[in-house]
């Protein structure tokens, strides 16, 4: 498939069950509602060596938030319930309720109740109160600066995790460019978060390595530097590749980000220096749910 004379692979990229939640942080005004949540996101890029892949998902205005202050919401992502949980608790103690003017709340619904502020409000050290409003409770925990408020409980839904793509340049400019101009574009899809540096990701992985400590390794076969030395995947104008992975409430969700974010770059054309977009296909070591490029771009995925 030619789209602007920019390739697409016919392949698909491989991605994984995960479990989800959303959060919403809310301050005095946004920049303190972006330092909480960028605190809570941080050291998030992948459950690789990070436990949770996190990100802010959009800003939220003051009509969209529970105390009618400024906000954002946050997508957090793992593996299993149990880490989920666990990192979601340990972020809210130490980026939250620690950060100036910020509340949280819940920002999804579902039947899987896990903790927001439920075991926080002992930090109040019996000072804490409670109220329960619209069958929600939510808890006053006396610091600092006023009070702490949270939410008791947010919920915990299923998801996926690992939809990507691969954008293949003649220059590392270039690829970045496209890169940049592609996340813009998928930042106003809502359910899905990209969580590496600036939702870029330029060490993308293979399944297994020559070594038996490490689960994943360099994915060689896409490294312009080592044409000559594997069974590359680059063509000799190839020069760099970079990765954009996404996380996600909903197949759908995915396969919509990834649609915008490849049209946004093949509308760059081919004289960006961008070639071929191709994705991370594990041929089925990695996970159930497969993004396939050409029917995302026809509409037709399912």
């Known amino acids: ?51 949770v892949e996190a990100g802010i998902e959009r800003e939220l205005t003051i009509e969209e938030t529970p105390d009618g202050r400024p906000g954002v919401s946050i997508l957090m992502f793992a593996m299993g319930s149990k880490v989920l949980m666990q990192q979601l608790e340990t972020r809210m103690g130490q980026c939250i309720l620690t950060c100036p003017t910020a509340a949280a709340f819940s920002g999804i619904d579902g039947e899987d109740k896990i903790s927001l502020g439920k075991h926080l409000r002992y930090f109040g050290d019996g000072f804490q109160t409670s109220k329960l409003i619209d069958g929600k409770r ?16 947010t919920s915990m839904v299923r998801a996926i995790g690992g939809g990507n793509f691969l954008i293949l340049a003649t220059s590392q400019p270039a690829a970045l460019a496209a890169a940049e101009v592609a996340i ?17 990701v330029r060490s993308g992985s293979k399944v297994g390595s020559k070594y038996k400590t490490m689960f994943a390794s360099t994915n060689d076969a896409f490294c312009p530097t080592l044409k000559g030395a594997t069974n590359t995947e680059l063509s000799p104008e190839i020069e760099s590749v970079m990765e954009i992975v996404i996380d996600g409430l909903t197949f759908e969700d995915i396969a919509l980000s990834m649609k915008v974010g490849i049209e946004a770059i093949c509308n760059l054309g081919a004289d960006s220096g961008v070639k071929r977009i191709s994705a991370g296909n594990y041929g089925g070591k990695l996970g159930p749910h497969l993004f396939k490029l050409h029917d995302i771009l026809n509409g037709s995925n399912s």
């Open 1 to 51: 498939m030619l789209l602007n004379n920019i390739q697409i692979d016919d392949t698909f990229a491989e991605a994984f069950n995960m479990r989800g939640a959303r959060v919403i942080i809310t301050a005095q005004n946004l920049k303190w509602a972006y330092h909480a949540a960028n605190a809570m996101t941080g050291f998030a890029t992948s459950v690789i060596g990070c436990g």
């Open 184 to 200: 813009e574009a998928m930042k106003k899809v809502p359910n899905v978060i990209m969580p590496f540096p600036g939702g870029v």
């Open 138 to 153: 939510y808890w006053r925990i006396p610091v600092m600066d006023g009070e702490f408020i949270t939410e008791e409980t």
